[in-house]
């Protein structure tokens, strides 16, 4: 049996792969242990530190889960709130109460129409749907500026440790930048260049998102655009 | 997820400045590339990409009865299909008003321009005649489907090879082809798209762009401005000055499409 | 039996399979897609999903339903295929639902629906088994959570000789016995989890056909697998 004492190499694995095998080691998300074996449950890419082995997934639909910042569009309007597609398997529920302001029943529409954007929080996953709030800062209608969608699964990618990548995304391009976790992303900036911009180095760190070293490719990538449009 | 608001209304702002998001011009083409071949079993075949978007259009062929009213006449009949797998807005089933105005978008191009002579189609005359079948597939939809379908179908006819007919038995062998292509006029009818976008006008949409088109006019017609067929979609009006507009960018986008697929059309 | 002295039309050993092909990502709108041939035969798949289900009264709430759709391009074939779905396309879909299924930990979706679109765009036999694999890779890009890879897979007789994947020409062999098409899939520690026979075939021969399905469904494993693995590259410039 191929033991690894030393840690294990980033791999990208295929479902049903063994990752790696010793008694030592855990089975975190997307693997289950078999006998002394570590085995990939889906297609990622597979990492370990402190000997819990976890799959990274490249690719799937948005899994929602509670306390979640999301970037959703007003699909319909009920008489008890809005309900909102924020591209995940189920329909988002924004009810009523969870507005930070009195709304009376005939003034819906004006708080969120439909085809509106919005930035929310989920407070509630279970089978009946997705229930969101948008009474905390920073959750509000999206009345300008640009909305782009990502890969979920780069997410993370995009935010960096800490936030570390968005934040030099936001000092290099002075956009405002909304990150939802279902891969809808809100760029506002003082004009339609530097949102542009901010759109473009997203793509990039999506199309770059597993290689070693990405914020310092990122903060090339600045430095290049700039020179070379300036 | 159909462009949300915000995004479109920014594409029609950063248009009216004369520029789009990625960066090409309003009358520019994302890159265009055609395969031909691509199915075996088919008497021609293509694949279009323009930019994400592809599409395939294979050609079969068939020896049957002419119409009563054309009787020294071929048939042609083209069909398109808008997959479920080529985007989450298309849906299994019957197909749907845009997957028939497609297929009937090229067909008026290819049949009003003559580009196949159907009378070297005819066998016997009343009885029987060559009829072709031109199919299109959507792929991967990524904006102007229409286009990408038009190309594709000229690229399948054009190297389309008939197969052998035995007059005897009456029985077509598809698995001997001739060397004889399909009969063609040199007035190759080219199908594109101008889109308008709040006061602008452009070719050649992503999806993110089509998302924010309010009306469209669809030509089909030669590099050098004859038009054969004609068609303004969806329900936004377009003023005289507009449309005239319409025609020149229409002229010159044929000019450039066929420049770029020139050399498949040989 | 396999006396090394048979001749298939294309000059083939008997367990010779025709060179294959396998790609992921092939429909960027997907949330995964993959095109797997043998030879001349060609199918392409997408996945959309996990998803609502329409319409309401057919989700399960005990687990996620897989919904495969399997179809032939009208020109795939000699004889053009009139769109829309006919009997033989109806079943496949159906088989190749119950070829997948046993890999996919679908109870974790319950009341949602997995969509698989199959398109066969160049057909010379073994199509539906073209189509698996396609659909299998498309399910493992689209990041669905499986136990396993699946293979397929078809073994002919042809008279009396057993062959591994079948042509289209030998689908039409008419000599001596003729031909028995045999499509098999497994999962990738070999349990079947799908099998059709059309054909004439002793038990003793049917056996042997398994044990040839076993080990072509393995060099399959690895062509999928190397198409998964090479689509991400960890050090690109």
Known sequence: ?230 | ?266 | MAEGTFKRTDGRGVEEMRPMKAEVGVVPNADGSAMFSFGNTVAIAAVYGPGKMHPQHSQNPEKGTLRCNYNMLSFSVSDRIRPGPSRRSTEISKITEWSLEPALMIKRYPSMVVDVYIHIIQADASTRCAGINAAALALAHAGIPMKGMISSVSIGKLDKQLVVDVDKNEEDWEEGEGATDIPITMTQDGEITHIQLDGKINGEELKQAIELARKATKEIYEVQKKALKGSVDLNKK
């Not at chain 1, 049903?16 to 242990?33: C, F, H, R, S, W």
């Not at chain 1, 709130?81 to 005939?106: C, H, N, R, T």
């Not at chain 2, 004609?230 to 319409?246: P, T």
């Open chain 1, 1 to 230: 049996m191929n033991k690894m004492t030393e840690g294990m190499e980033r791999k990208i694995v295929i479902p049903g792969e063994l990752i790696v095998a010793g008694e030592e080691y855990l089975p975190g998300e997307g693997t289950e242990k078999n006998g002394s074996e570590i085995v990939a449950l889906r297609y990622g890419l597979a990492e370990e530190s402190n000997h819990l082995v976890k799959v990274i997934a490249l690719s799937g639909v948005y899994q929602p889960r509670i306390g979640n910042v999301v970037i959703g569009k007003v699909e319909n309007i009920t008489f008890y709130g809005w309900v909102i597609s924020i591209d995940a398997a189920d329909d988002a529920f924004l009810p009523l109460q969870e507005v930070p302001k009195y709304v009376s029943k005939e003034g819906l529409s004006e708080v969120l129409d439909i085809g509106d954007m919005v930035v929310a929080k989920i407070i509630g996953v279970n089978t009946r749907g997705i229930d969101l709030t948008i009474k905390s800062r920073g959750l509000e209608r999206i009345d300008d500026g640009l909305v782009i969608k990502i890969n979920p699964n780069k997410v993370p990618r995009v935010i960096g440790k800490e936030g570390s990548m968005i934040n030099l995304i936001k000092d290099n391009s002075g956009c405002n930048i909304t990150v939802g976790q279902n891969g809808l992303i809100w760029i506002l900036g003082k004009n339609i260049e530097d949102e542009l911009l901010v759109k473009k180095v997203i793509n990039f760190i999506t199309e770059k998102s597993f290689i070693s070293g990405l914020t310092e490719e990122v903060e090339e990538w600045f430095k290049n655009e700039k020179g070379g449009n300036k």
């Open chain 2, 1 to 266: 997820m159909k462009t949300p608001r915000v995004t479109a209304n920014r594409i029609d702002e950063y248009l009216s400045s004369g520029k789009r998001f990625d960066g090409r011009k309003l009358n520019e083409f994302r890159e265009i590339s055609i395969e031909t071949g691509i199915s075996k079993k088919a008497e021609g075949s293509a694949r279009v990409r323009i930019g994400k978007t592809e599409v395939l259009v294979g050609i079969k062929m068939d020896v049957a009865a002419p119409y009563p009213d054309s009787p020294n006449k071929g048939n042609l009949m083209v069909t398109s299909e808008l997959l479920p797998l080529s985007s989450s807005r298309f849906e299994s089933g019957p197909p749907k008003f845009p997957a028939i105005e497609l297929g009937r978008l090229i067909d008026r191009a290819i049949r009003e321009s003559k580009f196949v002579d159907f009378e070297k189609l005819c066998i016997k005359e009343g009885e029987k005649v060559w009829s072709i079948f031109v199919d299109i597939y959507s792929i991967n939809a990524d904006g102007n489907l229409v286009d990408a379908a038009g190309i594709g179908a000229l690229a399948a006819l054009k190297t389309a090879k008939f197969p052998k007919y035995d007059e005897e038995t009456g029985k077509v062998i598809y698995d001997e082809h001739t060397d004889v292509s399909v009969p063609l006029s040199k007035e190759i009818p080219i199908v594109t798209t101008i889109y308008k976008i709040g006061k602008s006008l452009i070719v050649d949409p992503t999806q993110e762009e089509e998302d924010a088109c309010e009306a469209r006019v669809v030509i089909g017609g030669t590099a050098e401005g004859t038009i054969f067929s004609m068609q303004k979609g969806d329900a936004k009006e377009i003023s005289i000055e507009e449309m005239n507009k319409v025609l020149e960018l229409s002229k010159e986008s044929k000019k450039n499409v066929f420049s770029k697929i020139e050399k498949f059309l040989k």
